[in-house]
């Protein structure tokens, strides 16, 4: 792979799409439900939108917060005026696509919610890096933030920071002797996601997945897709992937939650306790700060590309 893309950020100001079409399978987490999911290349400008292939109404869902319908332990998108139509759970996919920094593609599924497979984005990280990227002679847009921009919610503190690039600063605090507060920070590139965060996986407690289960959450939860714990100890018998997993895996989620910002951010998100909910509010918050931040649109790129990044297996505006 090209590494200027790979490691560095100037990537993400060129819009990329795939070479060939990607296909998964799996269970829903919440759901239990078998979907399969196929990511299809798409133009410059088409942005990322979604399709319930196996429903008889024909809607395409953009990758956008305006979209979400739900951020109850997990982020889903649809439309509030049919319910019934609604992608759930695209936070670990959403994530593994802004780190990659690909920006075009029609998504197809057939079932209510995207796998969960490992419960991290490793799988969607490899599967993708092994088809092929294809850059496209456009740029994408970015949204710069100039002044601070915080939100706050029930214990929780979520902002955005001016900085030349994107950089994530999440800490997490569960009063679990195996947890704890747990602090992490990334610069994200493609090569810092799928080092250091891609692995990580989504986590539960066995004091909660009765509950989960009674409101038909969890359905699909098992130890080969979530890092399980009981009252004092880590259930699962290999481990964690890395001492820090939680937070690691809280910022890969709030990574694919700023994904639906619809445009590459220039700035830092810092992040205590925070979740799908709060992060959604900040997205919201951005028309009420009108003033702190600007919106670099796409233009056409006057520079020749190497047209495809291949790594070996190892839109919306505000």
């Known amino acids: 792979m090209d590494s200027k893309f790979f490691s560095t950020i100037e990537g993400y100001r060129i819009q990329k799409t795939l070479s060939v079409p990607v296909s998964f399978k799996g269970v829903g987490l919440h759901s239990g439900v078998s979907s399969d999911l196929k990511l299809i290349p798409a133009p410059v400008n088409h942005g990322i939108l979604f399709e319930r292939i196996d429903l008889p109404r024909k809607h395409l869902i953009p990758a956008h917060f305006k979209s979400v319908v739900s951020t109850s332990l997990a982020t889903s998108i649809g439309f509030k005026e049919d319910p019934a139509y609604r992608v759930s759970t695209v936070e670990h996919l959403m994530a593994a696509l802004y780190a990659l920094g690909i920006t075009n593609l029609k998504i197809e599924l057939k079932g ?159 992040s205590f306790r925070g979740g799908h909910s709060i992060h959604l509010t900040l997205l919201q918050s951005l028309k009420q700060h009108a003033s702190h931040w600007k919106l670099i649109p796409a233009e056409p790129l006057k520079v020749s590309l190497k047209r495809q990044i291949r790594q070996p297996v190892v839109s919306l505006s505000i």
């Open 112 to 270: 209510p919610e995207i796998p969960i497979l490992d419960g991290s984005a490793t799988i969607f990280i490899r599967d993708i890096l092994h088809s092929g990227i294809e850059l496209q002679p456009f740029s994408h847009q970015k949204l710069e933030v100039v002044k601070p921009i915080k939100v706050y919610r029930e214990g929780t503190v979520c902002e955005l920071l001016p900085r030349e690039s994107l950089r994530l600063t999440t800490s997490v605090d569960f009063p679990h002797p195996a947890i704890g507060l747990q602090t992490f920070a990334l610069d994200l590139t493609p090569k810092s996601f799928n080092d250091e965060i891609a692995q990580a996986r989504t986590f539960g407690f066995q004091s909660d997945l009765e509950k989960l289960r009674a409101n038909n959450l969890a359905l699909g939860a098992c130890m080969e897709n979530v890092l399980a714990f009981s009252e004092t100890e880590i259930m699962n018998p290999e481990g964690p992937r890395f001492s820090d997993e939680c937070v690691r895996h809280k910022l890969l989620d709030a990574i694919g939650d700023l994904a639906l910002c619809g445009s590459w951010i220039a700035g830092e998100l810092v």
